[in-house]
């Protein structure tokens, strides 16, 4: 069974928005934080956002006012919604969890999905 599950992605015009999906398997228990990072191309992985079990949230500065993380804990489910989008948001978006699964304690990644912002 595949760990984390994405959707969402897409291609949106400049100042649209976009909802991206990560739903993760039910053989992830105790799932603690989860969240969202990003890689454009010829660049490094950086955190876009991140959501602990408390709700409490962090975002990297580019996206603040823009993007919103929320999660269903109810379906081990962490969604970003992306408003406002700019070119610069285009990347190769993946979803983690940290959480206890078949090998213990791990941090598990979703495949990537990609979201292109142009005209």
């Known amino acids: 069974q595949v760990p984390l599950v994405e959707s969402g992605g897409g291609l949106v015009q400049p100042g649209g928005s976009l909802r991206l999906s990560c739903a993760a398997s039910?053989?992830?228990?105790?799932?603690?934080?989860m969240g969202w990072y990003r890689q454009a191309p010829g660049k490094q992985r950086n955190m876009v956002a991140i959501?602990?079990?408390?709700?409490?949230?962090n975002y990297a500065d580019s996206v603040k006012g823009r993007f919103a993380i929320s999660r269903d804990n109810a379906k081990n489910t962490v969604y970003l919604q992306m408003n406002s989008l700019e070119p610069e948001d285009t990347a190769d978006y993946y979803c983690?969890?940290?959480?206890?699964?078949?090998?213990?304690?791990?941090?598990?990644w979703g495949q990537g999905t990609q979201v292109t912002v142009s005209l």
């Open positions: 039910d053989d992830i228990g105790r799932i603690n934080v």
């Open positions: 959501i602990n079990t408390g709700g409490i949230t």
């Open positions: 983690y969890v940290d959480g206890f699964g078949t090998t213990g304690w791990a941090r598990y």
